[in-house]
């Protein structure tokens, strides 16, 4: 069974303020993902990790960072956060290799107000 | 450009009728396709992929799904659907090129009804 957890599951704050959200998961997988999520919209890449210290852009602009220092733990971080940013957030991981699913976990939903 | 399109957003259907989700993808290179479901206030969680092999795909709760290379189809179904397989369904491909990044559709809400 997929182990991937995420924290908080919600989250309301106000503009400005700085918010990190956390991602671990307990399979070892080496590639993760961050994913901004809005009702009837394609999940959008904001942000991927290959391995430790490997961090990459994805397909959508975004204000947020990441950071992979260690294998399991993959937090997105907003500096200030706006009104704009707020959505569901997904992260995902996924094994090397031909299988090539994602495991995702429950997701983040943020509103800024 | 690697790109995925559900033709519907929200598909009705009565419990127990059969149901027909329905993706094209666009590629031009061999492609990996996956249906994943999202639950209500849940992530996404894999029913069924196709990587190579036979074109019928069986995945989980009695789904399965046919890649067809001439249309550039990976359609979803289900013989007889019930009330919990209401969802969020979204069609992915993934090739080679970019790094096997993943494309998602912007998905198909199944909504079953009694």
């Known amino acids: 069974e997929a182990d991937i957890y995420q924290t908080p599951r919600y989250l309301v704050i106000g503009t400005g303020k700085k918010i990190t959200l956390e991602c671990s998961q307990t399979m070892g997988h080496d590639k993760m993902y961050w994913y901004q999520q809005d009702p009837g919209m394609e999940l959008h890449l904001i942000h991927y990790s290959y391995g430790v210290n490997s961090t990459e852009k994805g397909d959508l602009s975004s204000e947020s960072t990441v950071s992979r220092i260690r294998t399991e733990h993959f937090p997105l971080t907003l500096e200030s956060a706006r009104p704009s940013h707020t959505s569901q957030y997904l992260c995902?991981?996924?094994?090397?290799?031909?299988?090539?699913?994602?495991?995702f976990g429950p997701g983040t939903r943020l509103t800024v107000t | 450009a690697q790109s995925v399109t559900q033709l519907d957003s929200q598909v009705p259907v009565f419990e127990e009728a059969p149901v027909e989700l329905r993706c094209n993808y666009s590629?031009?290179?061999?492609?990996?396709l996956f249906w994943y479901v999202q639950y209500p206030n849940q992530g996404l969680q894999l029913l069924l992929k196709y990587l190579s092999g036979s074109t019928l795909v069986k995945g989980i709760n009695g789904f399965e799904a046919e890649f067809n290379k001439s249309q550039t189809s990976f359609h979803l179904r289900k013989p007889s659907v019930h009330i919990s397989d209401t969802a969020e369904y979204f069609c992915a491909v993934s090739d080679y090129t970019g790094g096997f990044k993943t494309i998602f559709g912007a998905g198909t809400r199944l909504f079953v009804k009694a």
């Open positions: 590629s031009s290179v061999s492609v990996y």
């Open positions: 995902a991981s996924r094994p090397s290799g031909i299988s090539y699913e994602q495991y």
